[in-house]
């Protein structure tokens, strides 16, 4: 799978959009690119997933650059309960049989 | 139930003692991970389950260390001969079926917290 890269931390204040890149410059065609995030104490939460077109749920927006080797997870109203780790994970629809491999993620703070 | 369940959700042991962590998947869904989250670092997957059958057990940190499932429902990942080094947060994931794409996403539950003094 794809390696990622995400910044250590960000903050953001309440009520703002928060814009969190993602860099996967070594995806391949049929790589996904998905959004967990892990508030404290809790178990991961799934947030959103594409493949090459822009996405949207109740939860994010996910923006994906035409060469596919960047991605945005928007959070379009950040509140204080959206402070957590987000992690940026690519897999293969074919191979790595579904197993997440989990980086260190970015660490929004969302302040008041 | 409508969510991914674990049990329990707490516990403490003594080195060398055996430990069986339990997990409930959503009904319906296939596919079953196991995780390790060390204190303060990222996740680090152990083992899945197609079914009842575990493809690739090569995660799992030591032979100590096993999981089964069945009627493609519960599973129990169980340590044996406990270290302190054992000491995590357990989490456990379902999805629909093994892969990615649209409806393969993991549901995780909220973990076991295992202490090993």
């Known amino acids: 799978d794809a390696k990622t890269t995400q910044p250590t931390s960000m903050d953001c204040a309440e009520g703002r959009a928060a814009n969190l890149p993602c860099n996967h410059s070594t995806i391949s065609g049929n790589e996904y690119v998905y959004w967990y995030r892990q508030i404290h104490s809790q178990g991961p939460q799934y947030i959103i997933h594409g493949l090459k077109n822009n996405e949207t749920n109740e939860m994010a927006s996910l923006i994906i650059t035409e060469d596919r080797k960047s991605s945005t997870l928007i959070l379009p109203h950040a509140t204080l309960r959206d402070t957590a780790v987000y992690y940026c994970i690519v897999r293969g629809k074919y191979t790595s049989y579904g197993k997440l491999t989990f980086g260190q993620g970015t660490i929004l703070t969302v302040h008041p | 139930g409508a969510g991914v369940s674990q049990s329990p959700s707490n516990k403490v042991t003594e080195k060398g003692k055996d430990v069986e962590l339990r997990c409930d998947p959503i009904s319906g869904h296939t596919a079953l991970y196991w995780y390790r989250q060390r204190l303060g670092q990222g996740l680090e997957f152990l083992i899945y389950f197609q079914g009842n059958s575990a493809p690739d057990k090569s995660g799992l940190p030591s032979d100590r260390f096993s999981a089964e499932r069945t009627g493609e429902s519960v599973s129990t990942l169980t340590i044996q001969r406990t270290q302190q080094e054992d000491s995590a947060v357990y989490l456990c994931?379902?999805?629909?079926?093994?892969?990615?794409?649209?409806?393969?996403?993991?549901?995780f539950g909220p973990g076991t917290r295992l202490t090993v003094l």
């Open positions: 994931a379902s999805s629909l079926e093994v892969g990615s794409g649209s409806g393969n996403e993991q549901f």
